[in-house]
T-cell receptor
Framework: NAGVTQTPKFQVLKTGQSMTLQCAQD?????MYWYRQDPGMGLRLIYY???????DKGEVPNGYNVSRLNKREFSLRLESAAPSQTSVYFC????????????FGSGTRLTVV | SQQGEEDPQALSIQEGENATMNCSYK?????LQWYRQNSGRGLVHLIL?????REKHSGRLRVTLDTSKKSSSLLITASRAADTASYFC?????????FGAGTRLTVKP
């Protein structure tokens, strides 16, 4: 099925641990995005990749790094997890950037204790 | 910071009624999009309206855009229990898309 696949779906980390969230899309989209969703705050952009080989900071990039491994895959890394990073993380992709609708993955629910 | 703000925060209606949600924003935009999110799932794109458009339809959905008032509305006609979800507006300005906090719609059977 065409779409955006995120792994894992759930994760519990201890403060200071690191992990990588994986995202892959099979729609040949150029642009990919990582958002976090916190209660009452909507979605906030962490990082995005307008095209293969490029990445840029979004609204809340601190504490995160990203890698656009190839056109299909865009990973998000937490080097030293903090409780403030407890959130639901969504990956999205689009054909040509923000002027087109986004396709979202089903999310990763991360808890940092 | 959020660009779009949805109103109301929560809405509860009976099946068959119409549901109207509003979105206000602060800066000029290229387009405005509406998304639906079912509990525990990702967002699903519903409709995009460009800044030079005033109204758009898609099935039971009707979206209006008033750039002079910096506002948009989403109307769902003849609502169904399956329409129960959170609805988000997202504004695109200068290649930066921002989401509001959403309206939680409950449709009672």
């Amino acid at each position: 099925n065409a779409g955006v696949t995120q792994t894992p779906k759930f994760q519990v980390l201890k403060t200071g641990q690191s992990m990588t969230l994986q995202c892959a899309q099979d729609m040949n989209h150029n642009s990919m995005y990582w958002y976090r969703q916190d209660p009452g705050m909507g979605l906030r952009l962490i990082y995005y990749s307008a095209s293969e080989g490029t990445t840029d900071k979004g609204e809340v990039p601190n504490g995160y790094n990203v890698s656009r491994l190839n056109k299909r895959e865009f990973s998000l890394r937490l080097e030293s997890a903090a409780p403030s990073q407890t959130s639901v993380y969504f990956c999205a992709s689009s054909e040509r950037g923000v002027s087109y609708g986004y396709t979202f993955g089903s999310g990763t629910r991360l808890t940092v204790v | 910071s959020q660009q779009g703000e949805e109103d109301p925060q929560a809405l509860s209606i009976q099946e068959g009624e119409n549901a109207t949600m509003n979105c206000s924003y602060k800066t000029s935009i290229n387009n405005l999009q509406w998304y639906r999110q079912n509990s525990g799932r990702g967002l699903v794109h519903l409709i995009l309206i460009r800044s030079n458009e005033r109204e758009k339809h898609s099935g039971r959905l009707r979206v209006t855009l008033d750039t002079s008032k910096k506002s948009s509305s989403l109307l769902i006609t003849a609502s169904r229990a399956a329409d129960t979800a959170s609805y988000f507006c997202a504004t695109d300005s200068n290649n930066d898309m921002r989401f509001g906090a959403g309206t939680r719609l409950t449709v009672k059977p």
